[in-house]
């Protein structure tokens, strides 16, 4: 087969609210190829994404990222690691490259999956998918009691674990965090998960959050996640030596593989959280699984989005029997739940199982999502780079 | 003073050539504040740079550039690093972000030194600006002949260092190689400076790099730059083990502080290279000098493009004596030559100096420029968000 066609659909609520809330807008990528249609999404700001995969060439490795897949053959997931090489290499000073191949190798799967009848997982390698245990992702409320209320709500709702992040953590006072943690700690109950997430608030100031700690461990905090920008490895890894027995998580900002491996080599994470829709996709994703396998470290999807990226995200380690914890958020916008009309729901055990299907075993439902669309186009020197297209 | 506006324009050479020349469009950006305007240039993608300036808020880390720069405070450098903290913050999840804000802080410095009527670099805390020492940096040529005869050309116009980059180099076999170094050392002769850039050419293949040293000593080749990926850390570790007394040198895809030290701390490159149009502009780049001071590292920049950028190049290391060597460009497209009308020409010694007027010291050719302007528009919803505005 050749990759005939590749659209992007700028999706958007009608207002977007300044909050740490990343379901509300979205990028849906569209591959065809030999008949068959695969479709991803990218975890991305999708104008400046949709301008990385169209923009003209700067030089020969400042290329559109469409350049290289555009006609591409694509028969097995050994072509798809061949376009990423491509792209690396004829789009490296693209800064916005990764997030943009993110979406489109998510599709490549999905539509390989269609092709040849199985899922996505099964392609990668593995013999079974296993189930895994979703913790619910939200945002902390705006006091101690909201924050008690919402999280009970959601433990009521059936959640064993929990993850609280942004909101006000870490920018005010220890005290007041404290307060915020063990409010969470009384709405989940003693025998619940709990999870933290600093959102980099504190940059790559270690004693912001060393003064942390005590409360998480008075609260009983499974990990710390991101208390740190992405970058400060030297940081990270002094507070995980610190931590114990919290583990520190992050990863998220990771947009390659070489990121991913530094979080684990040298920031010492205990888990390592990879959005399959910001690293480069779903082939980026399982490399970093088998690194963290390898390595001993704990891989761990970053969703936040909707159900086909969810999907995505738990491709890479559906396999890996281990690894058993998934996020899973519950504070969806009306477009990211409506962006398919399955969802990946707890089954009785309260467990999230990767789709059985062909592909990534969900689609966008079309129909509903022509609402959210957003009308975008740009125009360089008299001619139309990028116009929306009908969906 | 209150940032009133920020103006972006493109420009590019009418034929974009698919070579690895990165002087054949550009981003230029003027911030007007207090009566004063400051230029400063981006070495990225001009429209996805544009985008990434202006495009809808995703959600609250992933916001365009310009909402932290807008109507900002600017009355001293703090005044900078505070913006650079916001756009940190705000754009978080916008990976173009740090290519946009490294032509907007050039142009804040440039702006201060026009109302101090100072030169960045005393903004910077140098009392003086060392003369600097231009290495030649030039493409190889197709065969060893052409390589030969382009660096004795250069050597007869005053030049006694030069490095030769991409082109075939790294290609195809360490025998082809070393015909191709041989040849730029004859070009040369025995007293000048060699280096060589792979231009990451051998990905994260360590045995692909360490099968050129021995041609490369032969050469006697002063550094090797980029042999990888910038984020493969680990390999250019490996490969600086080996490589004495051959320096390795890398760092131009930094697009954070926290790469450059990885580069120095991780790495063990001898030379970290770094685009002040990419890094995040001159306040990022002074950070890294004074780290690689502190670690023993030898600070250099990476310059491909106009003047402007040059000088901009320039101010972050003007006043460290003891790191005396720059990149100069010698092979600009006539865009990057025109975009200034004045030019740092090497002195009776043969070095350059870092300017001593206000600001850059050296500005935009207005007139000339108009000839190169691309003209891009970019609408959501009817709303339109970028138009090339006058020059």
């Known amino acids: 087969m050749k990759i005939e066609?590749?659209?992007?659909?700028?999706?958007?609520?009608?207002?977007?609210?300044?909050?740490?809330?990343?379901?509300?807008?979205?990028?849906?990528?569209?591959?065809?190829?030999?008949?068959?249609?695969?479709?991803?999404?990218?975890?991305?700001?999708?104008?400046?994404?949709?301008?990385?995969?169209?923009c003209p060439m700067s030089h020969s490795?400042?290329?559109?990222?469409?350049a290289s897949v555009l006609g591409a053959s694509l028969d097995s997931p050994a072509d798809i690691a061949r376009i990423h090489a491509d792209v690396h290499q004829n789009s490296m000073d693209l800064l916005q490259a990764d997030h943009a191949l993110s979406g489109i190798d998510i599709a490549l799967w999905d539509l390989l999956g269609q092709r040849y009848q199985e899922p996505v997982w099964k392609l990668l390698g593995y013999e079974r998918a296993y189930p895994k245990t979703p913790y619910a992702s939200m945002l902390f409320g705006d006091t101690p009691q909201e924050t008690c209320d919402k999280v009970r709500a959601t433990r009521e709702r059936g959640f064993r674990v929990v993850k609280l992040g942004w909101g006000p953590y870490g920018k005010t006072t220890p005290e007041a965090d404290r307060d915020q943690v063990l409010a969470a700690r009384e709405g989940l109950g003693a025998d619940g998960l709990l999870c933290v997430d600093a959102g980099t608030v504190w940059a790559d100031d270690l004693a912001l959050g060393e003064a942390r700690l005590a409360a998480l461990r008075e609260a009983k905090v499974y990990w710390l996640e991101e208390p740190f920008?992405?970058?400060?490895?030297?940081?990270?890894?002094?507070?995980?030596?610190?931590?114990?027995?919290?583990?520190?998580?992050?990863?998220?900002?990771?947009?390659?593989?070489?990121?991913?491996?530094?979080?684990?080599?040298?920031?010492?994470?205990?888990?390592?959280?990879?959005?399959?829709?910001?690293?480069?996709?779903?082939?980026?994703?399982?490399?970093?699984?088998?690194?963290?396998?390898?390595?001993?470290?704990?891989?761990?999807?970053?969703?936040?989005?909707?159900?086909?990226?969810?999907?995505?995200?738990?491709?890479?380690?559906?396999?890996?029997?281990?690894?058993?914890?998934?996020?899973?958020?519950?504070?969806?916008?009306?477009?990211?739940?409506?962006?398919?009309s399955e969802h990946l729901l707890p089954d009785a055990n309260g467990d999230i199982q990767t789709p059985d299907q062909p592909g990534l075993g969900i689609a966008p439902d079309v129909a509903a999502l022509r609402n959210y669309l957003v009308d975008a186009e740009i125009v360089v020197n008299g001619q139309t780079l990028y116009k929306t297209p009908a969906l």
């Open 5 to 54: 066609a590749v659209d992007f659909f700028y999706l958007s609520m009608p207002q977007v609210e300044d909050i740490g809330d990343g379901s509300q807008d979205a990028l849906l990528v569209r591959v065809a190829a030999g008949g068959y249609v695969g479709w991803g999404e990218c975890e991305a700001a999708p104008l400046v994404t949709i301008a990385a995969m169209i």
């Open 229 to 340: 920008h992405t970058g400060a490895l030297h940081v990270y890894k002094a507070l995980a030596t610190l931590s114990a027995p919290i583990y520190i998580a992050g990863g998220e900002g990771a947009h390659n593989e070489h990121m991913a491996r530094h979080m684990i080599d040298y920031a010492g994470v205990g888990y390592v959280q990879i959005d399959t829709g910001r690293i480069g996709g779903i082939t980026v994703a399982k490399r970093v699984v088998d690194y963290a396998v390898q390595r001993g470290a704990r891989y761990i999807n970053h969703t936040f989005t909707s159900h086909l990226a969810l999907s995505a995200s738990l491709q890479p380690y559906a396999g890996v029997r281990e690894h058993h914890l998934c996020e899973y958020p519950v504070e969806l916008k009306s477009l990211a739940y409506d962006l398919t």
């Open 61 to 66: 490795a400042c290329k559109p990222v469409l």
